[in-house]
């Protein structure tokens, strides 16, 4: 696997999930239930992280956004995407005119690096972030 989910700080209010060289959207759903988990150890809302090291978008994205969009956990708030992946910006805006989609939508945003993706969220990256995104295995990173 070439994703790893960990919390983003101390307090559990991020969820950092890092795709690596390779990843596809099996990486996605292979880490969904500890992502379930993690939002389920906490009593408050979460943000979530996605660190797109590797800048590109697999096959079959629509269908996958959408599943992806239903996974979503009541405790989740706002979604950061880090990188510049082709196409991610325009798809996700396309997909926040669709009825039902729209709500969902309004909660992401973008960010050209890690550093800016934490500072949108109103937090400072954890001092050992360039640690965890040398790892290029699935890892859970989940206390």
């Given at each position: 696997m070439n994703s790893e989910i960990f919390w983003g700080n101390p307090e559990k209010t991020i969820i950092q999930i890092n795709l690596n060289e390779g990843w596809d959207w099996s990486d996605?759903?292979?880490?969904a239930p500890t992502y379930l988990k993690m939002?389920?150890?906490?009593?408050?809302?979460?943000?979530?992280?996605?660190?797109v090291?590797?800048?590109h978008i697999p096959?079959?994205?629509?269908?996958?956004?959408?599943l992806l969009m239903q996974?979503?956990?009541?405790r989740e708030d706002k979604t950061v995407v880090v990188g510049h992946i082709p196409l991610v910006r325009p798809v996700l805006m396309v997909a926040g005119e669709i009825p039902g989609l729209r709500h969902y939508m309004q909660h992401y945003m973008f960010a050209a690096t890690?550093?800016?993706a934490y500072e949108l969220l109103g937090n400072n990256p954890p001092p050992d972030f360039h640690m965890s995104m040398a790892t290029h295995s699935h890892q859970h990173h989940y206390q």
């Amino acid at each position: 696997m070439n994703s790893e989910i960990f919390w983003g700080n101390p307090e559990k209010t991020i969820i950092q999930i890092n795709l690596n060289e390779g990843w596809d959207w099996s990486d996605l759903h292979h880490i969904a239930p500890t992502y379930l988990k993690m939002m389920e150890s906490v009593d408050h809302r979460v943000h979530l992280i996605f660190n797109v090291v590797y800048n590109h978008i697999p096959r079959n994205t629509m269908k996958n956004l959408y599943l992806l969009m239903q996974m979503t956990h009541p405790r989740e708030d706002k979604t950061v995407v880090v990188g510049h992946i082709p196409l991610v910006r325009p798809v996700l805006m396309v997909a926040g005119e669709i009825p039902g989609l729209r709500h969902y939508m309004q909660h992401y945003m973008f960010a050209a690096t890690l550093s800016e993706a934490y500072e949108l969220l109103g937090n400072n990256p954890p001092p050992d972030f360039h640690m965890s995104m040398a790892t290029h295995s699935h890892q859970h990173h989940y206390q």
